[in-house]
């Protein structure tokens, strides 16, 4: 299926935009406007769909600069809800909180469901589609929500903004867990990477389309959307063998990745535009830091420094 065309939209390419620079996070210092307008004015000649994790100070900026520069790209916008409950399971010992905190945070959530709301319908000409949250249901996450809870806020974004919602997966559980969802969101939205399930360079885009094609074809009926896929440039063996990743890598899968859903007409998020510092923890090969395009300074990786001299 044609995600484009069931979606009513464009063709284009699609990337997830996160500006967080060095000494910046999320909940602390975020990116200025001329910050977040120098980073739009980097992508804009290569990708013309953004995806944004979270209603936050953050993703305002980025709708402020789109709207003023008038910036040619259109959004999709995620509401990111926190746990309801707990994950004993979670493999790196998150996952665990108080009843306090879990009650505090579906104050929270709720919160962030009505902020996408709000902005869906403040920026309606550049938000195109909204997600109801992110990895939230899978076995390993550290912000567990129930299905049942997440298809209530699919249900209350669709009944109060205009935009095709859906909610950001990984692709296991919409072969199970998230059946129920899948008839309430107007997509299905998964996240696959080779490189976490140990494949080597050579065996990724099959494996990707193995992944898009099981989702796919168990639900012809809705589009399927790839919102998360990448390779990384660095890692410190945690999750991912240091010997798989590398710049040359990244590009080989870039390639491959989007030649085959340009061709196929699979609207396709890469992971991501730049390196983040303050992602995973303190060590600097952490993998969950090295997934940009372009390194954190701004400059091209291997995969954009042909691009970026055309």
């Not at 008038?70 to 999709?76: S, T």
């Not at 665990?96 to 579906?106: G, K, S, W």
């Not at 196929?264 to 992971?271: A, H, N, R």
Request: glycine content about 6%; hydrophobic content about 35%; proline content about 5%.
């Amino acid at each position: 299926m044609n995600t484009f065309q069931a979606l009513n939209l464009t063709p284009g390419r699609s990337i997830c935009y996160s500006g967080f620079r060095e000494g910046q996070q999320p909940g602390g210092i975020c990116p200025s406007y001329n910050e977040v307008k120098e980073d739009l004015l980097l992508l804009k000649d290569h990708w013309s769909y953004l995806r944004l994790y979270d209603c936050d100070d953050h993703a305002e900026v980025v709708l402020e600069v789109i709207e003023k520069e008038k910036l040619p790209f259109q959004i999709m916008l995620g509401a990111y809800i926190v746990a309801e409950m707990n994950n004993f399971g979670c493999p790196w010992g998150g996952g665990v909180y108080t009843e306090a905190e879990l009650d505090a945070n579906r104050i929270k959530n709720q919160n962030q469901i009505q902020k996408l709301i709000g902005l869906a319908n403040t920026y309606p000409t550049i938000i195109c589609t909204l997600s109801a949250g992110n990895e939230a249901c899978v076995d390993w996450t550290d912000h567990y929500v129930s299905v049942s809870s997440v298809i209530n806020y699919v249900k209350q974004i669709k009944s109060e903004a205009k935009q095709p919602v859906t909610f950001c997966e990984n692709y296991v559980p919409w072969l199970s867990k998230l059946k129920p969802l899948v008839e309430v969101v107007d997509f299905i939205s998964i996240h696959t990477y080779p490189v976490w399930e140990y494949k080597n360079i050579h065996e990724a885009l099959e494996y990707t389309k193995d992944n898009y094609f099981a989702v796919a074809n168990m639900y012809p009926h809705k589009p399927v959307v790839i919102t998360e896929a990448g390779w990384a440039t660095n890692s410190n063996g945690r999750g991912i063998e240091p010997h798989n990743v590398s710049e040359e890598n990244q590009e080989i899968y870039y390639h491959d990745l989007v030649n085959w859903t340009d061709k196929d007409g699979i609207l396709t998020f890469v992971f991501e535009a730049f390196d983040e510092s303050w992602k995973g923890s303190n060590e600097p090969l952490e993998p969950e830091k090295h997934w940009g395009l372009f390194k954190i300074d701004r400059t091209p990786k291997l995969v954009m420094e042909s691009q970026m001299i055309l």
